[in-house]
């Protein structure tokens, strides 16, 4: 029987089951998205001008006005605006909540709207749900 030395493994270069995650692992983006359909279809919010607000006040690294340098990006699309971030950037999905809620405060429609988290990636405006007919509290 023949004697064969086992490979000798060197610590310079990682493990082959390393080496092929590395090479094919691209920059991943993270994409938030607020979904205002039902403000949007009655009216009721302006999407291009919360687009704005959010170009205006999103702060990227501590800075606001600072979404170009960091490859952040904000789209729309008729009911839906969407914010793509880079995964390492660690965009905070919280903050989306916290500027769309001001926004709602500042358009005066705070009281008729609320943010809710629709998925792990994204928001959604919907209205309170108001039922009429319950004022009357049981006496005792």
Wanted: proline share 4%; hydrophobic share 30%; charged share 30%.
């Amino acid at each position: 029987t023949r004697y064969i030395a086992p490979k000798t493994i060197s610590l310079d270069s990682p493990p082959f089951f390393l080496q092929a995650k590395s090479k094919s692992a691209k920059k991943s983006t993270v994409k938030f998205v607020v979904d205002c359909t039902a403000p949007v279809d009655d009216k009721v919010l302006d999407i291009a001008s919360f687009e704005k607000y959010l170009n205006e006040r999103i702060k990227v690294e501590g800075k606001t006005g600072n979404l170009s340098q960091c490859n952040v990006v904000i789209s729309r699309d008729r009911t839906k605006i969407t914010v793509a971030s880079p995964q390492d950037l660690g965009f905070s999905k919280r903050q989306l909540k916290y500027l769309s809620k001001r926004y709602l405060k500042k358009q005066q429609l705070r009281d008729y709207l609320r943010v809710i988290a629709a998925s792990k990636n994204s928001y959604e405006l919907k209205y309170y749900q108001i039922t009429a007919g319950d004022d009357e509290e049981p006496e005792e």
